[in-house]
């Protein structure tokens, strides 16, 4: 539901497989695993926002899906205790990136000014950005894409957010294809993690529209913030 509505579901997840005791990197790829199947879901959820953006999803479904190759290679051929050293980071960048969400969204409302349909190639190239951070972490990947493209592109809020949902969608399918050869996936928490997203994603595109999203971002800082609390400890 988070995912769908909002982003930065894996602020969630991520810290909770932590407290089960996975190690970070088997979390955060069996994370990546198990959330595939729910943006499909979420993408199928939101099907009416995307009908008649095909050339925009193919243009920056382009930037996620190299963004997302390039992040999920990096995970897996850095040095564990690399990754281990920049949780901490990564997740105060995924809390402040849900903090800010709201300012985005104000933003786009806002907007009169005419602008590209697709966006510039400014705008590609930091999708690209965001779908290195979405394969090798995720975590607040959703709202750094909504931040980009509320303020690069002039369109209805719904559009913008289902196309956020498709190239998370990619970014993270690209990266989860990668694990499943090459890493350690747990297999049963992928498939529990994919269980919920799919059911959560439909949630989310329906009933969850009408919920306010200040709940979801105020349980995502709190839980961020302990999680990072937990890590430094």
């Known amino acids: 539901m988070i995912n769908t509505i909002v982003g930065s579901g894996t602020l969630i997840t991520f810290p909770t497989l932590l407290a089960l005791g996975y190690s970070p990197v088997v979390a955060n790829v069996s994370n990546t695993v198990g959330l595939a199947p729910g943006g499909v879901s979420s993408v199928i959820g939101y099907r009416r926002e995307l009908e008649g953006q095909r050339s925009r999803l193919i243009r920056l479904g382009s930037a996620s899906l190299i963004g997302g190759t ?105 990266a989860a294809v990668l694990f499943v050869f090459v890493a350690d996936v747990s297999w049963a928490v992928a498939g529990l993690i994919a269980l919920g997203s799919i059911i959560g994603a439909q949630i989310g595109a329906t009933v969850g529209r009408r919920l306010p999203p200040v709940v979801f971002r105020i349980v995502i800082l709190v839980v961020g913030v302990v999680a990072i609390w937990r890590i430094l400890a």
């Open 70 to 174: 390039i992040g999920a290679i990096l995970l897996v051929t850095l040095p564990s205790e690399a990754f281990d050293a920049i949780v901490p980071v990564l997740i105060g960048l995924g809390c402040v990136l849900v903090a800010i969400q709201p300012w985005v969204a104000r933003r786009v409302k806002d907007r009169t000014e005419p602008d590209r349909p697709h966006g510039s190639a400014t705008m590609w190239g930091l999708i690209l950005l965001a779908g290195i951070y979405g394969g090798y972490f995720g975590a607040g990947q959703g709202v750094l894409l909504l931040g980009i493209m509320g303020i690069a592109l002039n369109d209805d809020w719904q559009r913008i957010n289902a196309v956020k949902n498709f190239l998370a969608l990619v970014a993270n399918t690209v």
